[in-house]
């Protein structure tokens, strides 16, 4: 089933070219044969690499087909589809820098409804290691933080109001037009989500963050000073030392 699916994918691709065929992560169906335990894997790789390799039959001139395929483990393909005439081109993707991860939360934040005080370039600066996939994640559990925030304001405001012990009937009070204006996520809300959301490199152990402290270092003094000096507020304040230098 899975080899019939590949062909019927190829050739709607030819019949609508030109098309692009994007498969992510490729290598869940064309990893390294030799590595492959059932025959029924095997014999998908060789289809996926067959559809790629077939000509157009017809006579009839048609547009190209473009097929990409994404993976963090590109050394797990089989070799064979690495070669000239598939997959010609490869593309490193790294992780975003500051500046790119702004601009991502930029796109993810513009539907939503934002404190007036709220400062992307910080929270992207507070991101490290986080990739589209976090972020987004980021902004999801930011938007979830918002929303228990404002209910958990609301019902104190108004069992206060009620002045009653009794809260349960709290939530049937409408809501009234201002108080729906005031509604926003602020940064308090991301930040408190940064804690809680961990980054893709992290989680699948590619990188650590240490938890020693400058409070369990002795001493030193002088190498803190030049060290928070040189390399730290580099970190935090790059746009002074972009004017500086």
């Not at 030109?18 to 014999?43: T, Y």
């Not at 992307?120 to 972020?135: E, H, N």
């Not at 204006?181 to 893709?200: G, R």
Request: hydrophobic share 40%; aromatic share 8%; glycine share 4%.
């Amino acid at each position: 089933a899975s080899e019939e699916y590949i062909r019927e994918l190829f050739d709607k691709a030819k019949r609508t070219a030109p098309s692009i065929v994007f498969i992510d992560e490729i290598d869940a169906i064309a990893s390294k044969r030799e590595n492959l335990q059932r025959e029924m894997e095997k014999r998908i790789v060789t289809q996926l690499m067959t559809s790629m390799d077939e000509p157009e039959s017809s006579d009839e001139p048609r547009g190209y087909v473009l097929v990409i395929g994404a993976t963090n483990r590109p050394d797990s393909l089989d070799p064979a589809l690495r070669r000239p005439g598939r997959f010609d081109r490869e593309f490193f993707v790294g992780v975003p820098d500051e500046s790119a991860r702004e601009e991502i939360l930029s796109v993810l934040t513009r539907n939503l409804k934002l404190d007036g005080s709220f400062d992307l370039r910080k929270i992207a600066r507070s991101t490290p290691g986080f990739v589209g996939a976090d972020l987004a994640a980021l902004a999801n559990k930011a938007g979830n933080l918002a929303m228990k925030r404002i209910i958990d304001e609301r019902k104190r405001e108004l069992s206060q109001d009620l002045m009653s012990e009794n809260t349960k009937g709290w939530w049937r009070e409408p809501w009234l037009p201002e108080e729906i204006n005031k509604l926003a996520i602020k940064m308090s809300d991301f930040e408190e989500a940064a804690k809680m959301v961990q980054p893709s490199a992290r989680r699948e152990g590619f990188s650590s963050i240490p938890n020693v402290k400058w409070e369990d270092v002795g001493g030193l003094d002088i190498l803190r000073h030049e060290f928070d000096r040189y390399i730290v507020r580099r970190i935090k304040y790059p746009e002074y030392y972009e004017v500086i230098f």
